[in-house]
């Protein structure tokens, strides 16, 4: 029999390095990625829909006007003239904003791992949505936080859940140090929360006195023209922004931010600059121009009538092939839809037939810190053409389909097996 050998430098690592898992979407991509597998895995923007020679011909001026400021290092706040900009997409959201108060980061992935960082000793508490962003629930289990989840229906969060959680946390003398949500076009559930619960949530944040962060990737890829204010404008001194052009423009670029409030944004800068001393000038600089020449509210519309129509073929899809027992959200806007399939199938188990079937998905639990979401999935519908969303629904299907199948005729024997 061959050893089994074990890395000795497992034994080196922090507890909080020990507690992260290997995301399940990353152990996913080297199969996903495959051409011949349709991926509804993924999470990216659909960036062959840029106009790519224009960015190219911005990149040739930035460098022929001001190429050696781009090279050089930049602040730790970020570029003034990209912070002015970011004012001007927040804007567009209803926010008005300061220059000051944003702190520019490596997408808005580093400003949550930088205020997990500035928030969260180990053992504090979370309070996020159920399902989350799995970037977030990562950034916090890596500073050892705790995520407590709130149900979610087609309308966000639901606000009596919230009030139920927060009087228990109080009870147990937990105060959270955060509540974190995505309260527009939520990945991965693809719903928002309505203004009646925008109201009520940041009442009951007041209330027991959290401090809320609102990330919100999405906000201006709606797909119904329903523009629900940021949680921000309706408490500025409470609520923390974070914002990114991944969607809106790309991800590539690494370009978010992050407004909070005096103290909080000051140790933030601080936290950037030891993280990575500053954001790539390059990028920042190439960001600012897109805003300030391009006109980029038309491409944000084309984005929109794009991912629309993309999520309507998913969906037409999905009530055409899906085996009755599934049921799915109907998405507001963004770039996700969360489905669930009957009682018995365990999403991350069936992955395995799924990519035998070349298609990919990202199983539920992923989205939960408490291992709950065996039912659930993530589909993506911002990548794939059209043919290739229905080509993809049509592989899931069988597959979910043969599995109720061989449920219904060995289905006693698997009972007694599981149990
Ligand atoms: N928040 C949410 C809800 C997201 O879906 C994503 C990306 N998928 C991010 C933050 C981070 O994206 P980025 O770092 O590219 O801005």
Redesign the pocket.
């Known amino acids: 029999m061959s050893e089994v050998r074990v890395d000795p430098n497992l034994a080196r690592y922090a507890s909080r390095a020990s507690a992260l898992r290997a995301s399940e979407i990353r152990a996913l991509f080297s199969v996903a990625s495959r051409p011949e597998v349709v991926s509804l895995a993924g ?1 990216m923007p659909d960036t062959a829909a840029l106009d790519l020679d224009a960015v190219g011909s911005m990149l040739q001026t930035l460098m022929a006007e001001d190429g050696a400021r781009a090279l050089q290092y930049g602040g730790g706040q970020g570029d003034p003239e990209l912070r002015e900009q970011l004012c001007e997409v927040m804007a567009a959201e209803g926010i008005e904003a300061r220059a000051d108060d944003l702190v520019v980061t490596t ?4 400003a ?1 791992d930088l205020l997990a960082k500035m928030l969260c000793d180990p053992g504090d508490t979370v309070v996020a949505e159920g399902p989350s ?1 799995v ?2 629930l990562g950034a916090f289990q890596s500073y050892e936080a705790q995520v407590v989840h709130v149900p979610m229906d087609a309308e966000g969060m639901d606000p009596g859940q919230l009030e139920d959680v927060l009087a228990q946390l109080h009870r147990e003398g937990r105060a959270p140090k955060m509540l974190y949500t ?1 309260p527009s076009h939520q ?1 991965p559930a693809g719903v928002s929360l309505s203004l009646e619960r925008r109201e009520q949530v940041i009442a009951l944040a007041q209330r027991w006195d959290v401090l809320v962060v609102e ?1 919100n ?1 999405y906000g201006l890829l709606d797909f119904k023209g329903e523009h629900h204010p940021p949680l921000y404008t309706l408490d500025p001194t409470r609520v923390v922004y ?1 914002g ?1 052009l ?1 969607k809106l423009f790309s ?1 590539g670029i ?1 370009v ?1 931010w992050v407004m909070a409030p005096g103290a909080l944004r000051d140790k933030l800068v601080q936290l950037k600059e030891s993280a990575d001393l500053c954001q790539s000038n390059l990028t920042q600089a190439l960001a600012a121009r897109w805003l300030r020449d391009q006109s980029w509210h038309d491409q944000i519309d084309r984005f929109r009538e794009l991912y629309r129509n993309r999520c309507r073929a998913l969906t037409d899809a999905l009530a055409a092939e899906m085996p009755p027992g599934c049921d799915w959200s109907q998405p507001t806007g963004g770039l996700f839809v969360w489905a669930r399939v009957p009682e018995g199938i365990d999403t991350g188990e069936l992955l395995a037939k799924a990519l035998t079937a070349r298609v990919a998905y990202v199983p539920g639990r992923a989205f939960y810190a408490d291992g709950s979401g065996a039912r659930e999935l993530r589909l993506n519908f911002s990548f794939c053409d059209e043919d290739r969303l229905r080509e993809g629904v049509q592989r899931l299907a069988g597959v979910v389909t043969e599995e109720l199948e061989l449920r219904a005729a060995f289905g006693s024997q698997l009972g007694e097996d599981e149990r």
């Open positions: 999470g997408g808005g992935q580093q949550l962003y970037g977030a995505v990945n990330d990737p974070v990114t991944s991800p690494r978010g």
